[in-house]
């Protein structure tokens, strides 16, 4: 098994997207923050947490999810409310979270790189719900089953290479549900 350094998967990702997205992958000291091209830097910017592997897969996938216009605006224009959400909120965050969720467990799997379910509420003292983790799953079997669009299917093809996974192999990896539930402290 390869070595999982970040700067391999900037590296990577910069190869790919840099010209064709004029997009590139940015290891950030704070909190992930998406930043469309202006003045001031050419490129648009996929900031990830503290140069964590597993973040920057998690902001790559929310990255495939937007849109050409959602692209433009910054962190995608999405509604975000941090850490310490009602149940009723969390409830909404797993609803948009499934599809960026399946393509981070893809591109997990891909990486041959731990995936983990992330509920991103520990203050509001909840995990990721089980109708949750499964959705995540059917959306990512959905993917490998039906097709991905062209951005995340360039990218999983890459990280097979890159780490030398079949990608053959993913669609057992997700069905043995090998995803991880990452538990409110």
Request: charged fraction near 25%; charge should be negative; glycine fraction near 8%.
């Amino acid at each position: 098994m390869r070595e999982h350094r970040i700067e391999d998967l900037i590296q990577l990702f910069n190869g790919l997207f840099r010209e064709p997205c004029n997009t590139i992958l940015v290891a950030g000291e704070g909190e992930p923050l998406y930043r469309p091209a202006d003045h001031r830097f050419p490129h648009h910017r996929i900031i990830f947490a503290h140069g964590f592997y597993a973040s920057a897969l998690h902001e790559i996938a929310h990255w495939c999810v937007a849109g050409p216009q959602r692209r433009q605006l910054e962190d995608y224009g999405y509604w975000y409310k941090p850490d310490g959400r009602s149940p009723a909120e969390q409830a909404e965050f797993e609803r948009v979270e499934v599809k960026p969720q399946a393509y981070e467990w893809l591109f997990s799997a891909a990486a041959d790189h731990p995936f983990h379910f992330s509920a991103d509420n520990i203050a509001g003292g909840c995990g990721p719900s089980p109708d949750f983790r499964q959705k995540v799953r059917e959306r990512a079997q959905q993917l490998l089953a039906h097709g991905m669009p062209d951005r995340p299917k360039i990218l999983v093809a890459a990280l097979c290479d890159f780490y030398d996974t079949r990608p053959d192999s993913l669609a057992s990896h997700i069905s043995a549900g090998t995803g991880k539930v990452t538990q409110p402290a």
